[in-house]
């Protein structure tokens, strides 16, 4: 009897390591960002915001508003201040165009424009033109797990799959519980450090955990960097298609 349980210790105990092994091992890198994605996309948003831009002599704030369908059809609409009430902003697909009502102009921004700031702050057109669908685009590996504000994190490195999007590596730091980003770092395809964000105020709407609040800063550019800060957010309402037409812009 005692030789008939030993043996079943011993072909019972390998069992028991791979089951404790396998609960120990991180998820993979792609499983992590698909769960980002399902956090921060959403069907459409309406979202109302502002970019606190801090400069080397003081700040400069700039309000907006914004209407987005999926990640390729979206429209921004300057607020405030004065001199930049009316400017429009119209993304779809890969194409964007910017209105100014002072000059009463339609202008289509490609090319190396897609690289100048947006009224002055950390981010580039070309930020605004990225697709923010992380797992369709790069393909992801949990590098290590860390402490990080006080919460635990996986950090991942992400690889463009494709070499045509603006940071071709991406170093993401995802909280274990919640599932969104709370640090990032962009990089170039030679490995230069492009960018570094962070993300804060992270609150549960329509059950899903969203930052309310993101630091950008431009590594190349002097400044303290830009704060967005979304100040009400809407997921799944419904938004009139004629918003996203150009002649929407001169509305």
Known sequence: ??????????????IYISTQDSTEKPPTGDWVLEQVDLNLLSKNRIFESKMVIHLRRGTRTVVSKSWAVGEQMALTEYLAPAREK??????LEDRLWVYSPSTDRIIQISGHML??????????????????NLSLNYEAEVIEEVDFRERL???????????????????????????????????????KL?????????????????PMRIHF?????QGSGTEFIIESVKFDQPIPDHLFTKASLRR
Not at 86 to 91: F, R, T, Y
């Open 1 to 14: 009897m005692k030789n008939k349980m030993l043996w079943m210790v011993i072909l019972l105990f390998p």
């Open 194 to 210: 492009l960018k570094k964000t962070e993300l804060f105020d992270i609150k549960n709407i329509d059950n899903r955990w969203y």
């Open 153 to 191: 994190c996986w950090v991942l490195e992400l690889r463009a799959r494709t070499n045509d999007l603006a940071y071709q590596v991406r170093k993401v730091w995802v909280d274990k519980e919640l599932l969104v980003p709370l640090k990032e770092e962009l990089f170039a395809k030679s490995g």
């Open 115 to 132: 690289r100048q700031s947006v009224m002055g702050s950390d981010l580039s057109y070309e930020d605004m033109m990225e697709d923010p």
């Open 86 to 91: 009316g400017v429009k902003m119209l993304k």
């Open 217 to 221: 800063k431009d590594m190349l550019k």
